[in-house]
């Protein structure tokens, strides 16, 4: 409450005045300040426990008790939760929570700073977002400098990705509320070495046990955790909270779902370009994952715009070429003969020759008309395909407006960054902004249709996420209505990009399905090639 809140600010007042008046930053003194002001007798348990920098680790006792609170406030839940990888979990973990009870607040930060006995940092920075709570709340009590990362670094003002005051050459601590695959981390290591700061150490209050101190570790990095999560299964258990059952659920989940990131940090350390494989392991999104699993299964990279002038000319193409794609790219809207019974069969087929659908409906409007249309209307185009697009002129809400609607039905978001048509208003800044776009909404956005990422000012993004690029022939040239054409090969090696869309030079094609195979060939081999270059 409002008691708290003041006693709060009074003893980050307390503390700077005595490093003022003293020069010292010993927190014994600074508690002995707070008790003759007469302050909370929480704030002064905290300030004194805290410890500064050689703070002790908390004892059994005091770790159990943290854990059965986090459990009564509901930061840990078990049940059948769907993960943003896709994945049902038996156990969900929300340490956001946290911020809404400061007396638990100040005790993550208490046992967190705990597990850093005897670490060598000048600064720290919290991972986005919940671990900034944590982060700021361990620097007032450790009088060490904090640091923000920005998810999205904006294009205008300062335009910095790391805000603060440090300087080159300056030890990071990285805080963060848990652990997984350790890829949140790296993604703060990350533009933090890019300012010339050291990074050896990360903190976390929970590890999961799924193979994430075994990353950073591949990485130079050393793991500080307060607790594993195999502890709070067992002191769950012990208090009577949770019952054997369940806990043997939760552990045979953490057993069966290790991360492969050491795998892959190590392919990715030896190869300019990772196999489909590889980068299946890194998207966020399960469509994106089923789409590169898909690609290696079948030895396709091929999508096939299906641009023909009804219903049933469509469903005969898909039936032809089925065999040749990993994705089929419908304008459902041009089709004069479309009845729902459409969605049906074109879903049949997807399944008979596994390839994904992709809705190529350039969505441009607000985020509620965005929802409405993709949901409603008579295309329904959240309930059948796998893939749809948007541009992102009107802002990143259009990103909420379509996943409200398609997250929970498994679909996947690609984002317009260039097109292939002369003239085209999509580059340079716009470019830039979309894959900023992308980067921080990954459990929704599977990538980009893109036409040269490898000629992107940042490079082509997180390999988690999926490049298709239109506008693909086996000889380059364009039409007279500004069309530019482009090989497999200069699409695939060249501007590095993932899938080739082929539009006419399958559908016009007096054989189609010998045309798709012939441009499956082609961007395979293309793929092959690039992955020794």
């Not at 990279?301 to 469903?315: C, H, I, K, Q, R």
């Not at 990993?326 to 729902?340: G, N, Q, R």
């Not at 082509?460 to 209505?481: A, E, R, Y």
Request: glycine letters at 8%; a neutral charge; charged letters at 25%.
């Amino acid at each position: 409450g409002s008691s708290w809140r003041t006693s709060w600010m009074r003893i980050a007042q307390l503390r700077r005045s005595a490093v003022a008046r003293n020069g010292s930053r010993d927190v014994a003194r600074r508690a002995t300040l707070v008790q003759k002001e007469g302050e909370n007798p929480r704030i002064r348990e905290f300030a004194r426990n805290m410890g500064g920098k050689d703070a002790k680790e908390l004892t059994q006792e005091e770790l159990e008790k943290l854990v059965l609170r986090l459990h009564e406030v509901e930061a840990v839940k078990f049940g059948e939760f769907k993960l943003k990888s896709g994945i049902m979990s038996p156990i969900y973990l929300d340490l956001r929570v946290i911020v809404s009870y400061p007396d638990l607040l100040a005790d993550v930060a208490r046992a967190m700073n705990g597990a850093m006995k005897g670490t060598e940092y000048e600064v720290m920075c919290g991972v986005p977002y919940t671990a900034l709570p944590i982060a700021t709340v361990m620097s007032m009590y450790t009088d060490v400098p904090m640091l923000m990362r920005r998810k999205e670094v904006k294009d205008y003002g300062t335009k910095k990705a790391i805000e603060g005051a440090f300087h080159a050459g300056q030890t990071c601590l990285i805080v963060e509320d848990l652990v997984t695959s350790g890829m949140s981390v790296m993604e703060t290591v990350e533009p933090l070495k890019a300012e010339g700061l050291k990074v050896n150490d990360v903190v976390v209050l929970i590890d999961r046990e799924q193979g994430g101190a075994q990353h950073l570790t591949s990485q130079g990095l050393k793991l500080h955790s307060a607790c594993k999560i195999t502890f709070i299964m067992e002191v769950l258990e012990k208090h009577g909270k949770l019952d054997a059952s369940t806990v043997k659920k939760v552990k045979d989940f953490i057993t069966s779902n290790q991360t492969q990131r050491p795998k892959v940090a190590e392919e990715c350390a030896k190869n300019k370009r990772l196999t489909y494989e590889a980068r299946a392991e890194l998207a966020e999104n399960q469509v994106a994952k089923e789409l590169f699993k898909l690609m290696a299964r079948k030895k396709t990279n091929l999508s096939v715009a299906a641009d023909v002038g009804t219903a049933d000319e469509l469903l005969e193409l898909a039936d032809k070429i089925g065999p040749s794609i990993c994705v089929l790219k419908t304008h459902v809207d041009i089709l004069p003969d479309f009845t729902p019974e459409f969605c049906t069969k074109i879903q049949e087929l997807a399944k008979k020759h596994d390839f994904m659908i992709f809705e190529d409906r350039k969505f441009a409007d607000i985020g509620n008309t965005v929802s409405m249309q993709y949901e409603s209307g008579i295309y329904k185009i959240a309930d059948w395909s796998h893939i749809t697009n948007a541009h992102l002129v009107p802002g990143p809400g259009i990103i909420d407006g379509l996943k409200r609607g398609g997250a929970s039905k498994g679909r996947g978001l690609l984002l317009l960054a260039e097109m292939s048509s002369k003239g085209t208003l999509c580059k340079g800044e716009y470019t830039e902004a979309v894959a900023a776009a992308a980067e921080a909404n990954k459990d929704f956005v599977i990538g980009f249709i893109s036409i040269s990422p490898s000629s992107w000012k940042s490079g082509p993004g997180s390999p988690g996420l999926i490049h298709m690029t239109p506008g693909v022939q086996l000889q380059k040239g364009g039409d007279d209505l500004g069309q530019q054409y482009n090989t497999p090969e200069s699409v695939i090696r060249e501007r590095g990009s993932d899938v080739i869309i082929v539009g006419r030079g399958v559908i016009k094609a007096q054989a189609p399905e010998k045309a798709a195979e012939e441009y499956r060939n082609a961007g395979w081999e293309a793929y092959l090639i690039a992955l020794k270059d």
